[in-house]
C-alpha cells in the first residue's frame, strides 16, 4: 500500500463517524477525491459523492457506507455515571471494560465502559449472561451530573470505542469500524485507478458514500432517488465464517482470504451478477458465492427498488468478529476488489443496459 493511501486508510478509520453524525468521516473521504473527481456532492443528512465524468451520460454507481456503530448517551445519573443505548447493532457481549471516545460539546471526552471485578461476581458466574445495553454503566470521571454537564455532556452525545487499526501477520488489517470504513477506502480507490488510467469509460463513475445504513439504508435511499444511476454495485462486509464455532450450514462458507464475495437473489439482479462473475473470470480474480434468499442486510436493500428499481449487485468483503473492535479482514481481499471493481467500470460499453427482456 502507497503510504498515502495508507494515510487515507488510517484518517478513515480513526475518524469517528457513528450513524447521524458522519460529516467528521465524510470530510476525510472527500478530501482524498479532490484532485481526482471532477466533482464531489454532499446532501442535506451528509451522504456524499464524487463523480468523474465518463463518455456518456450512463451512470454506474458504486455504493458503501459511511458510518460505523456506537453508542448514545440515554441517561445521566446522580452519581455522574452515564447510561448508554446502542446506535446500530453494537454488541454489548464485548463492551465492558472498554475505553469510549464520546463526541461532546467541548469536544471529545474519555469514558470507560466498567466492569464489575469478577470476585464480585463469584456467585453468578456459572449463570451469567451478556449484560443487556441499559446495564452498561460508563465512568467519565465525575461524581455528579452537574460535573458531567460541565465536561460538555448531555443525552443525546454519541460515542465510538478507543480502538484504532493496526496489521496482523500474512496481511490482515484488525481494527474497529473496519465495517464499512474500508468500503469508503475501497470504491476511493477504485476513482483514483479510473482516474489514473489514460481513457476515460464510457460509463459516468459515480460513488456514494451513504450515510446511516446501520439503522436501516436511509442516506442510500435519500442519494438514489435523487441520483438514479443506470446500475449499482454495492459494497460492505460479510461474515467470514471461517472461525470456530460458527456452523457453514446455517450461515453459509466464507473464507477470510478467499477474495470478494457476489450475492445472489432479491436485490441482486442477474444480469448484473453474471456480467461480474464474467469479469471476475477474464481477469482471475476468485469469487466466493453467498444466497440471498431474502434480503442482504446491506443498502443494496434498499437501493434496488428505488422509484422504478435499480439493477443493483452486492459484493462483500469477507470480515472476522464484526461489529466489535477486532473487526479482521484480509487486505487481498481488499486489492481483489479493487481491482474487479475497476475492471468492472471500464469493460462496460455504452450499449450495456441490466434490463430483462421478454
Ligand atoms: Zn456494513
Keep these: ?23 467528521p468521516g465524510q470530510r476525510v473521504w472527500a478530501g482524498f477525491l479532490q484532485g481526482i473527481a471532477d466533482e464531489t456532492v454532499c446532501d442535506s443528512y451528509g451522504s456524499t459523492w464524487a463523480i468523474l465524468k465518463g463518455k456518456t451520460e450512463k451512470t454506474i454507481m458504486l455504493e458503501a457506507h459511511a458510518d460505523e ?70 465512568d467519565v470521571g465525575c461524581a455528579n451530573a452537574k460535573q458531567v454537564e460541565a465536561l460538555g455532556l448531555r443525552v443525546g452525545h454519541v460515542a465510538v470505542y478507543y ?54 439504508g436511509n442516506g442510500a ?18 461474515h467470514a465464517t471461517d472461525t470456530p464455532g460458527i456452523d457453514p450450514c446455517k450461515f453459509g462458507k466464507v473464507t ?16 448484473l451478477v453474471k456480467k461480474i462473475i464474467q469479469v471476475a473470470d477474464a481477469a482471475k480474480i476468485t469469487l466466493q458465492h453467498e444466497a440471498s434468499s431474502r434480503f442482504t442486510g446491506t443498502d443494496t436493500d434498499k437501493i434496488f ?6 439493477p443493483s449487485a452486492l459484493i462483500s468483503l469477507p470480515l472476522r468478529s464484526m461489529h466489535s ?3 479482521t479482514a484480509h487486505l487481498d481481499d481488499v486489492d481483489a476488489i479493487i481491482e474487479l471493481l475497476s475492471a468492472f467500470v471500464t469493460n462496460l460499453k455504452t450499449k450495456d443496459t441490466f434490463h430483462q427482456s421478454l
Excluded at 487499526?165 to 470504491?187: P, Q, T
Excluded at 435511499?221 to 460479510?238: E, G, W
Excluded at 477470510?256 to 444480469?271: D, I, R
Excluded at 427498488?305 to 435499480?310: F, I, K, L, P, Q
Aim: with cysteine; aromatic share 4%; net charge neutral.
Design 69 to 138: 456503530i456506537g453508542y448514545m448517551i440515554k441517561q445521566i445519573d446522580d452519581h455522574g455515571f452515564l447510561r448508554l443505548d446502542r446506535v446500530g447493532g453494537s454488541d454489548a457481549a464485548t463492551a465492558r471494560g472498554r475505553r469510549l471516545r464520546i463526541l461532546g460539546d467541548k469536544g471529545e471526552v474519555t469514558g470507560v465502559i466498567g466492569n464489575t471485578a469478577i470476585h464480585l461476581r463469584r456467585d453468578e458466574l456459572g449463570a451469567e449472561k451478556a449484560p443487556a445495553v441499559h446495564e452498561l454503566w460508563v
Design 256 to 271: 477470510l482470504g478467499g477474495g470478494p464475495t457476489v450475492s445472489h437473489g432479491t436485490a441482486n439482479h442477474p444480469l
Design 325 to 327: 473492535v477486532v473487526e
Design 163 to 216: 480502538d484504532g487499526s493496526f496489521e496482523l501477520a500474512h496481511k490482515r488489517i484488525v481494527g474497529r469500524a473496519l465495517d464499512n470504513r474500508i468500503g469508503g477506502y475501497i470504491i476511493a480507490q477504485v476513482m483514483k485507478k479510473i482516474a489514473a488510467a489514460k481513457k476515460r469509460p464510457e460509463f459516468t463513475l459515480i460513488c456514494l458514500n451513504a450515510v446511516q445504513e446501520e439503522i436501516g
Design 221 to 238: 435511499m435519500m442519494a438514489t432517488h435523487r441520483l438514479m444511476p443506470d446500475a449499482c454495485i454495492c459494497l460492505d462486509v460479510t
Design 1 to 23: 500500500m502507497k503510504a498515502e493511501d495508507q494515510q487515507f486508510l488510517n484518517d478513515l478509520l480513526q475518524t469517528p463517524s457513528p450513524t447521524g453524525f458522519e460529516m
Design 305 to 310: 427498488h428505488t422509484r422504478d428499481g435499480v
